[in-house]
């Protein structure tokens, strides 16, 4: 389902705003993508019919059948469509819930208009290996450690790893985007929430702790200096 | 309680303690003049009049403390409304400024690479006052997120914290000629029970503050100590200090001292600080002098193990 070199990857958004939408349009088109908007929840589930995305973008505060709601009944025919959520809101609790519910990734408004598409040609990049989110899996796996996303337990060769709660939501967040380079800001917005913001040495603190967890395998947790972290291992999902 | 009663009721005392002044007078006089005939009755008199006066001023004590404690109550009530509403109102006015600055920042992504070069300065201009505008839309959601977090408490190590925390700032305090002492008792200091990311949030939050209100060639100051109850934690500057009529409102979101306003900031620092100080149980107390400096002092509740 996902393009070839010769078609250009197709993108609906769905916001109320019509303002955003032609904005944000017109910035996705200028990055090579084929777009289509829909202002509302039922429009969005016409125009998907018709024009087959291979990615939306899709705002969770829309009228008729809400942003979440779409997740969901996408995701109950078995359909792994890429999806972006917009969140207004943006506490833990609605971003565990979007990823739970199936949601590729979210990104909080306002948002940076270049992270939004770094996060499409990230997507687009892993989709074209798994065809589901890979938040949609409870089990990551890199040679001997397991890390069980709803136990919150990581194994390493047959032994359980003694990771504090935000140490555990760094490396499931570094194993859920593996090869990808992650900035302490996204961590930080991802595990710790807004209220910590500031420039501090939480994330290092946490990165520290869990390579003394991985010993030798410490180098499967890149650092970036600067830029950020990359989990570098081979990560098997299901 | 209606004003005449209140009055009647404090003046009553008074009365009955003028009234027995009277009566031990009378009484002396009595046994001076008619030794014994009077003097039961007299001294009675007396001894009624002063029970009397006991029974006054324990009422009256009783009033005022209801009083005190009724007037306290229905201030922290107003207070916590005025807080909540507050709260409320920033919220919304989060949620109203997302979608405007989210579009904006789309439209300023289109349009840069089609602005002439002549209005690059201007476009630059432009940018960086949205991204103020995001700063402030982060900063009240950080606010906001305060108020449902669930903190991560542990023991920690304030001595490191600081360290850390003055190791970040070290540069900017360097870059402006900043003298940065950290001072802190021979012993190692007692752990604090606390979320330790947290914490170092709040300390780097006062210390950005000190440095940018200390002018060049100033000194800052970390003292960390403990007394009977827990840490404490002074960070003193020779900076501009805060005027006495501001005092009082420096913890309030968006309040900007007033001669503070030049300097760049959300106006959110103190308030976020404030707030994880008080989901510590700890406890933020600032003086300051205008042109001479600024105390924030800072105590925090120690961990378990080590309280006494």
């Known amino acids: 389902m996902m393009s070839n070199s010769n078609e250009k990857t197709k993108i609906l958004i769905v916001d109320d705003e019509v303002d955003l939408l032609a904005e944000l349009g017109s910035l996705l088109v200028r990055s090579g993508y084929k777009v289509e908007t829909a202002c509302d929840g039922c429009r969005a589930l016409d125009t998907y019919q018709r024009f087959q995305p291979h990615l939306i973008v899709l705002d969770v505060l829309i009228p008729g059948i809400d942003g979440r709601e779409i997740v969901r009944q996408l995701r109950e025919a078995n359909d792994w469509t890429p999806i972006i959520l917009l969140t207004q809101v943006g506490t833990s609790a609605e971003r565990a819930m979007s990823l739970q519910e199936g949601a590729d990734d979210y990104l909080n408004k306002p948002f940076d208009?270049?992270?939004?598409?770094?996060?499409?040609?990230?997507?687009?990049?892993?989709v074209q290996h798994a065809g589901q989110p890979t938040s949609s899996f409870r089990y990551h796996n890199c040679e001997e450690l397991t890390l069980d996303r709803q136990k919150r337990q990581v194994w390493l060769s047959g032994k359980e790893l003694m990771l504090t709660a935000r140490a555990f939501g760094v490396l499931e967040y570094l194993m859920l985007n593996s090869g990808e380079l992650v900035s302490r800001d996204k961590l930080l917005n991802e595990i710790w929430g807004w209220a910590y913001a500031v420039e501090t040495r939480a994330v290092d603190v946490r990165i520290a702790e869990i390579r003394k967890q991985l010993g030798d395998r410490a180098d499967w947790v890149e650092t970036l200096v600067g830029q950020g972290y990359r989990f570098l291992g081979e990560v098997d999902r299901r | 309680m209606k004003r005449w009663q209140a009055l009647l009721l404090y003046s009553l005392p008074l009365v009955l303690a003028s009234g027995m002044v009277a009566a031990i007078n009378t009484g002396i006089i009595a046994d001076l003049l008619f030794v014994?005939?009077?003097?039961?009755?007299?001294?009675?008199?007396?001894?009624?009049?002063?029970?009397?006066?006991?029974?006054?001023?324990?009422?009256?004590?009783?009033?005022?403390?209801?009083?005190?404690?009724?007037?306290?109550?229905?201030?922290?009530?107003?207070?916590?409304?005025?807080?909540?509403?507050?709260?409320?109102?920033?919220?919304?006015?989060?949620h109203e400024l997302k979608n405007p600055l989210t579009i904006i920042q789309l439209g300023l992504a289109n349009l840069k690479t089609s602005i002439p070069v002549e209005e690059h300065a201007s476009f630059t201009r432009v940018e960086e006052q949205t991204q103020r505008l995001q700063r402030l839309v982060e900063a009240l959601r950080g606010l906001a997120d305060l108020d449902e977090i669930d903190l991560e408490r542990e023991s920690v190590d304030l001595g490191d914290v600081l360290e850390e925390v003055v190791s970040l700032v070290r540069a900017s305090a360097s870059s402006q000629h900043l003298l940065l002492n950290v001072r802190q008792i021979p012993w190692k200091l007692s752990p604090v029970w606390g979320d330790r990311d947290l914490l170092e949030v709040a300390l780097r939050n006062l210390l950005d503050n000190a440095i940018k209100y200390t002018p060049t060639d100033g000194i800052i100051e970390i003292r960390a100590s403990e007394n009977g109850h827990g840490a404490v934690v002074e960070i003193v500057d020779t900076g501009y200090g805060i005027p006495t009529a501001d005092l009082p409102h420096i913890y309030e979101e968006l309040y900007r001292g007033s001669n503070g306003r030049q300097i760049s900031?959300?106006?959110?620092?103190?308030?976020?600080?404030?707030?994880?100080?008080?989901?510590h149980q700890g406890q933020i107390d600032i003086s300051s002098r205008l042109s001479e400096g600024t105390v924030v002092t800072l105590?925090?509740?120690?961990?378990?193990?080590t309280r006494n």
């Open chain 1, 113 to 126: 208009p270049f992270e939004l598409i770094a996060r499409i040609q990230a997507i687009v990049r892993r």
């Open chain 2, 36 to 94: 014994g005939r009077f003097e039961m009755s007299l001294g009675g008199l007396a001894l009624l009049v002063s029970v009397l006066l006991a029974g006054g001023l324990i009422i009256r004590a009783l009033v005022l403390h209801y009083d005190d404690e009724r007037t306290k109550r229905i201030q922290t009530k107003a207070h916590e409304q005025h807080t909540s509403a507050q709260r409320r109102f920033l919220q919304r006015l989060d």
């Open chain 2, 265 to 279: 900031g959300s106006g959110l620092g103190l308030a976020m600080v404030k707030r994880i100080i008080d989901l």
């Open chain 2, 299 to 305: 105590h925090l509740p120690l961990a378990p193990a």
